[in-house]
């Protein structure tokens, strides 16, 4: 997007890592939370603001953009003027709906009793995804209904733009989200990482969403 003139930051967030400055590993410790992660987003809007920017676009891939939904639950700022997310996640694993339920509720227990002893579970494309009970909690309660609602209740434009060959998503994912206020817009062949041909096409949506902001 600078090519195109545009100012574009892309921080990376700590994670719980101070200076942290390469990818976290499925192997990793996680403590961080999306409360916190979302903290962070916003301080990053702040530091724009105070450097001039008062026409702020929000823009994430996947899971980065159910964080990015956080924060433009808790920080509204008028600075802010659209958000763009590509392949939004879904909050679902793969587990069925009993799975799924009986999980949340033993997380949900063990935040409650404070207990911070590390476990495994599949979260994201991790299948052992090391974390306290609180951290990958608070990432799993934003389940699809919660996501959708965030959307709904946003103020900011927002436009979703999916692939049609996203196998990584419920078959349902892209149906529901077009049934809230957000725009969707969907690439027909793309998978979940507009790869390949169409880095193309969604270069092209994104510069036309952006002239609208």
């Not at 700590?14 to 939370?33: I, W």
């Not at 808790?74 to 763009?84: N, Q, T």
């Not at 390949?196 to 949506?205: A, C, N, S, V």
Request: aromatic share 8%; proline share 3%; hydrophobic share 40%.
């Amino acid at each position: 997007m600078s090519g195109e003139g545009y100012s574009v930051l892309a921080p990376t967030l700590s994670l719980g890592v101070t200076h942290r400055a390469k990818s976290m590993p499925c192997e990793a410790v996680n403590t961080h939370s999306i409360e916190s992660t979302a903290a962070e987003l916003n301080e990053w809007v702040k530091w724009l603001k105070g450097k001039g920017f008062n026409n702020i676009v929000i823009a994430g891939h996947s899971q980065g953009n159910v964080t990015n939904m956080a924060y433009l639950s808790s920080y509204p700022d008028a600075s802010v003027k659209k958000f763009i997310g590509v392949s939004i996640a879904e909050g679902r694993m793969k587990l069925n709906d009993a799975e799924r339920a009986k999980l949340i509720s033993s997380l949900r227990a063990k935040v409650k009793n404070g207990v911070k002893d590390i476990q495994e579970n599949q979260f994201s494309f991790c299948q052992k995804y090391r974390s306290t009970p609180q951290s990958i909690f608070s990432y799993l309660d934003w389940d699809p209904d919660k996501i959708l609602a965030a959307i709904g209740k946003t103020k900011v434009p927002a436009t979703m733009i999916m692939g049609s060959k996203d196998d990584r998503l419920g078959p349902d994912w892209t149906n529901r989200l077009q049934k809230t206020r957000a725009k969707v817009i969907v690439i027909d062949g793309a998978n979940h990482f507009m790869d390949g041909q169409y880095e193309f096409d969604l270069l092209e949506t994104v510069l036309k969403e952006l002239k609208g902001a």
